[in-house]
């Protein structure tokens, strides 16, 4: 992303009581994709995983999901958080990032993104979160 004239907005949140590093920010993604390795780590079983459908743009190759599933995701602190569930592809993809936020969730968050600063601005119940 960088050689598009874009920094990549990498975060840490909490998945499924998880915190989960490495975590890439992408406002112009259609969907949100999670690594098997990631999904695993919580130890959600496979049976909770819906069918999904092949999707393209992380690869050369079209993507076999192994299933699509709706997990919490946590950005902030104890004192200052925000949460909400988000749709996840599960797929075995060879990136540098265990998962990929992308914009539907972005809006669930009602985020501002700011690529110059690297940071993300939302509402919370106790004011403006920044991460």
Known sequence: MAGAGVLSLVTAPT???IRLHHMLIDGVAGLSVISYAAFKQPQISESKLAPSRPFFGVGPHPVYPVGTISL???FGTEVNFRTENVQFEVAEVNLP???IIGRPALYRFMVVAHYGYLVLKMPSPTGVLTV
């Open 15 to 17: 998945i499924a009581n």
């Open 72 to 74: 919490p995701v946590t």
């Open 97 to 99: 990032f265990n998962a």
